[in-house]
Nanobody, 125 residues
Framework: QVHLVESGGGLVQAGDSLRLSCAAS????????TGWFRQAPGKEREFVAA????????YYADFVKGRFTISRDNTKNTVYLQMDSLKPEDTADYYC??????????????????WGPGAQVTVSS
């Protein structure tokens, strides 16, 4: 059973940076991709970024381009989300997810099969 755990969340001020980590364990396969999603209070979960296992492709939501960077260290089974120039509207619970099957699109939650419990990020103005 795949087990994902996010870490690195917290309370920061606008303009600050945070790095989220997603550590995977328990899997016996290499995931096709890993994604980050977020959900703010009262809003639907939305795509943030994704990276393929080979690291050849990365994908970002328009609202984080130039501010967030997704990366992975396959030797550590860990994916990172570096978040710079944080804004109050980035406040949300952030979830990482892995895909156990190939998909045509990595921008939807339905593409991913395994999810972590989430990490809270709060950005004050």
């Amino acid at each position: 059973q795949v087990h994902l755990v996010e870490s690195g969340g917290g309370l920061v001020q606008a303009g600050d940076s945070l790095r989220l980590s997603c550590a995977a364990s328990g899997r016996t396969f290499s995931p096709y991709a890993t994604g980050w999603f977020r959900q703010a209070p009262g809003k639907e979960r939305e795509f943030v970024a994704a990276i393929t296992w080979s690291m050849r492709r990365t994908y970002y939501a328009d609202f984080v381009k130039g501010r967030f960077t997704i990366s992975r260290d396959n030797t550590k089974n860990t994916v990172y989300l570096q978040m710079d120039s944080l804004k109050p509207e980035d406040t949300a619970d952030y979830y990482c997810a892995e895909a156990g099957f190939p998909r045509l699109c990595w921008r939807t939650a339905e593409a991913f099969d395994y999810w972590g419990p989430g990490a809270q990020v709060t950005v004050s103005s």
